[in-house]
């Protein structure tokens, strides 16, 4: 179950399904609530940051192609590092894919399933997720490909549809709460790019290694440009969006908005895509612990461990007590964990690593 | 082995349509057609002993009949007094056994008497529904809303739901009132740009119609008296029909408490200056003298253009309004080549007529909202947040609050497009 042969788009799609599905859940509510009318400016200001962070990220990883993090951290602190970084990784993945998966499933109960228990819908999911990685990885991300462009023409048509009722006033006063409030805490609000654990995964996978800077590029430009779309559209369309939080700002935009006569309820047509990218969502995640299960343990048939991931993914997002709870701790593991880990701990050993590979080849002239 | 990877295949296969089947196929599920009530119309009232009379006017199943006669038939229209809109619901369901769902409600009403005490707490429990839709339009009825729904008799239509759907479509090509929504009052009683205006409507009766003649021949306003037909706000109309419901003119509010009334002439001001005027009809004097009053047909050349400037920190806003007109009527003396509309003189003379006649009562109308409602119902804070950096200034400023002691400038260039086949 090797996953070397990831073309380009294929690893495009693999980034951008992780922004997709918390931007269709409660990314652009929880960047307005934070910064008000300067969200927009938040989001171009954390955009660029981002974007100047992945050129970083892509020169650090030139002199270690086709290795992703644990292969790194395995060469910078040997098999103690490797085996941190790694089980550090997974223990992040299952946990926040398994409070996102019961954020995701408790909201489609409030919407749709109201009088199905919960634990139905998550079983729904889990199915899903074990049966898919049965058939493999190339399968998944195959698939996940084709999900992702959906999903993309479905949040385009979205972000278009409420045009009209945009009111560009919306992004006046143009520092919202204040510059402090837009320029230093609205820092934490790059948790939007958690697509970039990605790029730390993802060299190993590609069929042409040398893909890597282009892969990294595009798919943070296209993050940062549905970002902007997404919390765009979200707060010029209503005025009550910097004041409540909704459940899903993104279903709240539709619901809101009709296309016609005929199509009264495109939101509908919006979760059929949604439940499709979050299950390809969950299977992604489902397959890279195992990825990292068999890096850090040497195992080389990663099969049996799909059940067993499955499960404490499924047995960790029964534990939060209700909706609220599972995205307040969804919301501060991004914050506390997420943030220190993509942004600071990674790139830490990223840079470390590439002194000790400057050490070791001091003596080489291609260095 | 073969045998074993086979199996497997069969039994992944097995596995996802069971899922799918038992994920999909609502077995558990007992809510249907068969045990749902679907309410088209939520009305809103102060109750006599409860802070609440809810009312619903229900949809019979397969009820399509036309004649007007029998649409008194399929009006089911239940009222109860209880504290809350959920708690009033749940009391529906045990009476009719069948569980009340709102995702095909047409319309909110809310009676004039509960609207003064503030609807807040109402808007945002309909919204907080995942069954309620946004869609539904808001009006605040001068009868109890219990009345109201009772009197709601298609004409033309044989489903109610229809009816209420195609009823507010007329303010498109009237004016006379606005076709306002349930998300878009609720956008903006939330707003810190602009105040709430919902549709007004009242029970069409002749006790009403015989009212209105009074207070309108009382009215020595240069406005009402031209555009008398225009002038009337809901329930006055003297239309010789059996009680109905008429929608006409806005009902304003200062936040959640609703101010006061705008009539159908004024509607049509709030329209052309808020920028979504399509088309309606008025009458202006005649200054060739022919006969008093020339009907014409607006419509807007160009978008509105608001400012907001402020002169020793109150607001002095101005209002470049463009419009085309088109001549409705005519006279035999109209109608003869050598004196008719459409002669260089006469057309400048007309455009300079309907730009004083509009700019005066626009500007009246803009300061009786400011003046006496107190309530930006025209969006002008969305012109005035500019000068504001942060919203700690701009919520410390309080628009809204501010809007009282606006000065207005209202300029009207009109432009004579047409007429109709006279020339």
Redesign the interface.
Known sequence: MNINKVSTIEAIALILILTINRLSISLPQDIILSC??SSILNVIYISIIAIIFTIIIVKLFKRFAGSDIVDVSSFLGGKVLRNIVGIFLILYIISISSLLLRYFSETLK??Y????PVI??LL?FI??CI?SN??GGHSIIKTNLIVCIIMLIGLIISFLSVTPNM?I??A????????DKTFFYGLTNLIAFNGLLILYLVPPMLSNKEDFKKVAIISIIITAILIVFAVGSVLLA???ST??DKISSLYMLL??N?FGKYL?HPESLFSFTWVLSFMSYINIACMLCIQLVKKVTNVKNGKPLIIPISLIIFALALLPKNLVYAHQIEYSLYTFVSIPLLFIILPAILIFANRKYKKIHRNNYDV | MKILTHFRKIAIIFLSIFIVLFALSGAYNTQNIDRLAYVIALGLDVGENEPLKLSIQLSRPGSTKSSSDQSSDNNIVNSVECSSIESGLNLFDSYISRKINLSHCKVVVISEELASKGVSDYAYTLLNSVEMSPHANVIISKSPSEKFLNSSQPILESLASNYYEIALSSSEYTGLTQNVTLIKFFSDYVDTFRNPVAILGAVNSKDTNSLSNSTTNASTDMASDINKDSSYVAGQTPISSKDNIENMGLAVFNGDKLVGELNGLESIFHLIVSNQLKSCNISIPNPLGDSDSIDVNLSLKSSTKNNVQFVNGSPYITSNIQLNIKILSATEQSSKSDSDYFSDENMKQIEEACNKYLSENITNYLYKTSKEYHSDIDGFGKHAVKYFLTMQEWNDYNWLDNYKNSTFNVTVDSTLKSGYTFL
């Open positions: 008000g009318s409030v919407l399933y109201f009088d199905t139905y819908i729904f199915g899903v049966i049965i058939f009111t006033q919306r006046l006063p143009i520092l919202g709460y204040g510059a209503f005025s009550f004041e409540i619901s809101n009709v009264q």
